[in-house]
């Protein structure tokens, strides 16, 4: 017996209840993707804005996007069916190690890469002074979108998780952070995450006049990655009508349906779940925003995604891991992402534990608000993406009984682990 299966001997954890949670679900499949976006090209009337032989740059970005990879197709087959020449760039700050191979690497995890797509993909961390704003914030742009005739951002519009206002993420951002690169990213943040709204719109304002944003593909998802609106935007419009997509995209972004938690687990976190490897906006606990519903004591992180590339950016968050997490997590990719942000909560590690049952255990042994009487108040989720479905303690049961979208679905069982002490037990 090691010292912490000693020291966690007569920690219990209880028996856990599955849970339904009905929210919107976006109806967009993936067949729909193509003639939803043409219709929408031609509602609009937009292809006069593109003219034969113009090179077009068209920005895609870092996060998982459900069906990126068509509508990036999309965007370029119909740029190239009125006669002008494509070509895609990695729109996505410091992300990729800060790298542009790294960032070629991100963008073939979304299946974008030159034969998928028929055109070229051009990737550099180079910018290109082309303004200033009146605040004195140099404006810098991707190399390559600078000399293109026309530039095509395409981005998820929805609620950032470590700001709020007029702008979070969506194609204003996209157009600072994502074509400011390295340098955009890193200037913005160094400013404080407080005057981000502000200096998006400062930043992107500038591009937007200076450079031909012929339009952009809006994205917004539900609760769940799934594509729940397709929206082309003139790029005149980008600023005033992105403020309304995002309130429309906060409707689907709830947080965790409870009051109070004691201990929040979670089987996975990473970039590919949420720019903050765990979305603020469900965990109610944000390095820059403080605390807030459903208050949690404790929050434990098992693993790292995949996709995630090795970046465990927001484990800061969490207060115990793994050891199969720190295994996974690569500093040299994680740390530029943070240090670009100026976040350096995000990349504190946590108490490590040597499997999940300790993690968990961990967890629950060092809250000091459970109520004695009701017994600890733990949900424990797949990742901050499935709201739907996820687990609760017997102590929230009334809270679920209560609730008009909540459902309990089966028994009580007490979690299983293998011999390694992991869980056995993952239901996706």
Not at 91 to 99: E, K, L, N, Q, W
Not at 129 to 143: A, F, R, W, Y
Not at 225 to 230: D, E, G, Q
Not at 375 to 394: I, S
Request: hydrophobic content about 40%; proline content about 6%.
């Amino acid at each position: 017996m090691n010292i912490f299966e000693k020291l966690f001997s007569d920690t219990e954890i209880p028996k856990l209840y599955p849970v339904s949670f009905s929210l919107p679900r976006g109806q967009i499949g993936r067949e729909q993707i193509s003639s939803l976006l043409l219709a929408e090209l031609e509602e609009q009337q937009l292809a006069s804005r593109i003219q034969p032989g113009m090179s077009v740059a068209i920005a895609v970005g870092s996060r998982e996007i459900t069906n990126i990879d068509e509508v990036a197709r999309t965007v370029v087959d119909y740029v190239k069916s009125l006669g002008a020449h494509p070509f895609i760039f990695p729109a996505m700050g410091s992300h990729g190690g800060a790298t542009a191979q790294g960032q070629l690497e991100i963008l073939a995890g979304y299946q974008v890469t030159e034969a998928s797509m028929g055109c070229p993909i051009r990737s550099s961390m180079d910018t290109v002074h082309i303004s200033t704003t009146q605040s004195g914030l140099p404006v810098h742009i991707d190399k390559f979108a600078n000399a293109a005739d026309a530039i095509i951002p395409i981005g998820r519009i929805k609620p950032h998780t470590d700001f709020h206002g007029k702008y979070e993420s969506g194609l204003m951002k996209m157009l600072t952070i994502g074509l400011g690169k390295q340098y955009g990213a890193n200037l913005c943040h160094s400013l404080g995450m407080s005057n981000m709204p502000k200096n998006i719109e400062a930043y992107a304002s500038e591009i937007l006049r200076l450079k031909n944003i012929v339009w952009g593909v809006g994205i917004i998802e539900d609760a769940f990655h799934a594509t729940y609106r397709l929206t082309v935007v003139p790029g005149e419009r980008i600023p005033l009508d992105e403020p309304a997509l995002l309130q429309e995209a906060k409707s689907l972004v709830p947080c965790i349906p409870f009051e109070k938690i004691d201990v929040l687990v979670l089987d996975e976190i990473g970039k590919d779940v949420s720019g903050a490897g765990m979305d603020p906006n469900v965990t109610g606990r944000s390095q820059s925003m403080g605390v807030s519903q459903p208050f949690a004591e404790r929050i434990a992180v098992l693993d790292l995604t995949d996709k995630s590339h090795n970046n465990g950016a927001g484990i800061g968050g969490a207060d115990v891991t793994t050891q199969r997490f720190f295994d996974k997590l690569n500093l040299e990719v994680t740390y530029p992402n943070c240090i670009t942000s100026h976040d350096l909560n995000g990349m504190k590690i946590p108490a490590i534990m040597p499997n999940d049952r300790l993690a968990v255990k961990l967890a629950i042994s060092t809250c000091i608000d459970t109520d004695p009487k009701l017994g600890c108040r733990l949900v424990w989720m797949k990742n901050t993406l499935h709201l739907d479905a996820f687990y609760v303690t017997e102590a929230l049961l009334p809270e679920v009984e209560a609730h008009p979208d909540m459902e309990v679905t089966g028994e009580g069982f007490l979690p299983e682990f293998d011999e390694k002490g992991n869980v056995a037990w993952i239901k996706d």
